[in-house]
């Protein structure tokens, strides 16, 4: 009996009777539900244009975030400066990003081309293992300090007074809304608007055709992991001032899958809405049942359940098409 | 005696003394030790449309992929337009001006009828990447040019209906001719067709044998087609090449394709 008011009664009772703290969860869940959801863009746009499942993106965000990190470190003294240091910082790591992405294209994508699926999702893996070993390689293994005020992001704390209670939102957060949001409003202006997008979609939908209206694969690659690695960079920037960078930044990848397997591979709406459910969720789920009937710490395992119990009843993801084939 | 001019009609059916766009000489194309295209030797003229026919496996589809850069092949020259060729890329062969359909239609699916076409001018955005990320000012006028382009040939194929329906959706012959729209955006010297026709009842081949007139006619395209309706290809084509088993049998005027003896022998399928 017990047992049952702590489930289906009190969390409820409690959400109702503090609603500031309610409101507080849910804003964490949401900030967290952001990163989830750039994170798992970027794996759908290189989805999306290659058919290829990127196990790479969330090494990619740490070597953005280590990368920029250790060139603001290293330029410092030189400029004296650390705004300025961060300013030229800034290019020259989306310069890395861009050569990553040449590389990756030139090096490993190209000659594979025509291979299946599964063997690039291998190659994939072998990028995240290299990246991790030449990552530790050039910038060392130890934890560094995201250098959030020299990029001008803001680290106060806005206080609100909803319903009598108290709420705080720390400014790096709303800072983080905001980002994500105009990355992804940008995104999708991009894809649906430009000359360049629309070649991105068009790979995406049919590769044959796609070659013969002129659109060069090489150059769609190139821009697509680009873009990856823009948005990696964005995320680290982010993740790193909320928790550091470090390797251990590379594990909120994995909080990507069950936001794919919800939104779907294929959906850039799917990926922003499937993370911040996902976000939501499993912060209000670690208050409010996770402490009180496991101890806490469900935040670790409670994304990939729920995935699963919502891919027994939509085998297709929550936005995923239906597939409708004829036998 | 009354001397009779030549009909326009005539003229372009002798297609003599027109200039070579595409020629192609002693090409081989191999996959491993089998043989797709052995030794072929021919030219289309500008202007003119020529028809490539052959039983099923001849090789047809292999030399329009030959032609568009999708396969290298081994041995053989090919001039386009004057210009020796060494290796070819599709998108290359794009820039160079040759655009093409195939014989299943490939389609962005996903995509309405008017993406499919703008997509078509994808090489003929000159403006730099960095312009078309931003989707800004100059780029954003000049995809304002090429809409305008887009939308006289959806005028010219008469499919403004379907502008923004996603060509996925469409009936067989409506995303053939979409297919064809794109295809025409390239705004191309040669366009190859792959099986125009295939799986279209008669009243959609007239349609399409008149676009292809029209496309030929006005906008002065040289037009490569495979086709097996050969009522079509009789109708169509100035010149016809006839493969058979990867070599060619037979070259020249239809009428002497039609009486050509060993045609007659590869369609009604006479041992080698």
Redesign the interface.
């Given at each position: 009996m017990e047992t049952l008011y702590t489930v289906f009664v009190d969390p409820f009772v409690q959400m109702f009777e503090v609603p500031d703290f309610f409101l507080q969860v849910l804003w964490e869940g949401l900030v967290s539900g952001v990163l989830y959801a750039l994170i798992a863009l970027g794996f759908v746009l290189i989805f999306k244009s290659s058919r290829i499942f990127n196990f790479a993106q969330g090494i990619m965000v740490v070597f953005a975030a280590l990368s920029l990190v250790s060139l603001h470190t290293f330029l410092v003294p030189f400029v004296g400066n650390e705004f300025v240091a961060a300013a030229i910082a800034m290019p020259l790591t989306l310069g890395i990003m861009y050569a990553l992405a040449m590389s990756v294209e030139r090096v490993v994508l190209r000659p594979l081309i025509g291979q299946p699926d599964i063997i690039l999702f291998m190659a994939t893996i072998g990028i995240t293992m290299f990246l991790i070993g030449f990552g530790e390689f050039v910038f060392g293994g130890e934890n560094k300090v995201m250098i959030t005020e020299a990029l001008g992001i803001p680290t106060g704390a806005i206080e609100f007074e909803p319903f009598g209670g108290f709420l705080l939102l720390e400014e790096k957060d709303v800072f983080a809304v905001v980002m994500a949001i105009v990355l992804v409003i940008s995104l999708l202006?991009?894809l649906n608007?430009?000359?360049?997008?629309?070649?991105i979609?068009?790979l995406g939908?049919?590769h044959?055709?796609?070659?013969?209206?002129?659109?060069?694969?090489s150059?769609i690659w190139v821009?697509v992991w680009f873009i990856a690695g823009v948005i990696a960079l964005a995320t680290g920037i982010v993740w790193g001032a909320r928790a550091g960078v470090s390797f251990a930044l590379e594990v909120i990848a994995y909080k990507a899958l069950p936001v794919l397997m919800l939104g779907g591979l294929e959906s850039v709406s799917g990926a922003i809405i499937g993370g911040i459910t996902i976000g939501i969720l499993e912060k209000v789920f670690e208050i409010y049942w996770g402490q009180p009937l496991f101890g806490g710490n469900t935040e670790t395992w409670f994304a990939f359940i729920f995935a699963l119990i919502v891919l027994l009843f939509r085998p297709q993801g929550l936005f995923g098409e239906k597939i409708i084939e004829r036998v | 005696m009354t001397v009779i001019d030549p009909t326009p009609e005539e003229v372009r059916k002798r297609g003599g003394e027109r200039e070579v766009l595409l020629d192609l000489q002693n090409i081989s194309l191999a996959f491993g030790g089998v043989k797709a295209i052995t030794n072929i030797s021919f030219n289309i003229r500008k202007g003119e449309i020529r028809a490539i026919i052959g039983p099923n496996g001849a090789g047809k589809t292999s030399m329009l992929n030959v032609i568009n850069g999708f396969y290298q092949p081994q041995e053989g020259v090919i001039t386009f337009n004057g210009q020796k060729r060494s290796s070819m890329k599709p998108h290359l062969a794009v820039s160079q001006g040759i655009a093409r359909t195939f014989q299943n239609v490939a389609l962005f699916k996903g995509m309405s009828t008017l993406d499919n076409i703008m997509a078509g001018r994808a090489t003929r955005m000159k403006r730099n990447m960095f312009w078309q990320m931003l989707y800004w000012g100059p780029a954003q006028q000049e995809e304002i040019e090429h809409r305008k382009k887009v939308e006289e040939i959806i005028d010219f194929l008469e499919i403004q209906h379907i502008r923004r329906t996603p060509v996925g959706t469409l009936p067989y012959g409506l995303q053939k001719r979409v297919e064809l729209a794109r295809a025409l955006a390239m705004e191309p010297e040669l366009l190859l067709l792959d099986e125009p026709m295939a799986g279209m009842n008669l009243e959609e081949k007239e349609d399409m044998s008149r676009f292809i007139l029209d496309a030929n006619d006005q906008l002065g395209t040289t037009i490569a087609l495979i086709e097996h309706d050969m009522g079509v290809v009789m109708d169509l084509s100035d010149r016809v090449v006839v493969l058979d088993y990867g070599r060619k049998i037979a070259d020249g005027v239809p009428e002497e394709v039609q009486s050509n003896q060993e045609v007659i022998d590869a369609y009604l399928g006479l041992s080698h």
């Open positions: 202006v991009f608007k430009s000359a360049m997008g629309r070649a979609r068009a939908d049919d044959t055709a796609a070659l013969s209206v002129g659109i060069s694969l150059t821009l | -």
